[in-house]
């Protein structure tokens, strides 16, 4: 496992961008948190790019893709070392991680991207159509969820020890156990969310009605 170490072969002079993918639904304090920290933890990543799953992803209770990216990008407009891609939304159907990537690298043809997983998502890469390939075109930066290690899960598996090298594991531990379900959940049970995400999101919410949270107890 690599401890920090981000350059990749022939790397040496690019700088580097950390593709941070998720439905962000909402987008939290949390969210931009993680990336604040990945910028201060690795001085050698310029920016952290946030890539919103399109509206096709297969999952509960996700709102429509514009508002999410409409949520990310009044964030990351004020913040130079964010940025918001709108790659996958613009697909005809939800892309696999390494298309996404593939696609990306060709808009920063001068940059090496990092793709950012949670412990959660790497324990699953084994199974994942394109991860032999993924794991060997692109560096993983790991982020440990609640308590997980990624040392133990990858000394764990067979596929994941073997591809070891292609895993980066920060100096500094960066956990978090608020989610976006965490916070849904709260306000579908009327509570209070109004310090779990950025002003900026909470009032773009208020404004569209979004996860019903005019019916929640919000201040």
Known sequence: MNNGNIKGKNMENKKVLAIFGGSFNPPLNSHFALAEQIINECENIEKVIFVPVSSKYEKSSLIEANHRFNM????????????????????TRQLYTLETL?????????????????TDNLK?????????ELINRFKILVLERD?????????????LLLHKNSFIKLKENIRTNISSTFVRDKIKRQ?????????????YIKQNNLYNINNSKMF
């Open 72 to 91: 990310l990008k009044l964030v990351c407009d004020k913040n130079s070392d964010f940025l918001v891609s709108d790659i996958e939304l613009k697909q």
């Open 102 to 118: 593939e696609l990306l690298q060709k808009q920063y043809p001068n940059n090496q991207l990092i793709f950012t997983v949670g």
């Open 124 to 132: 699953e890469i084994p199974t994942w159509e394109t991860g032999e």
């Open 147 to 159: 308590k997980d290690n990624m040392d133990d899960i990858i000394n764990s598996n067979e596929f």
């Open 191 to 203: 509570k209070n969310v109004r310090y779990l995400m950025p002003d900026e999101v909470y009032y």
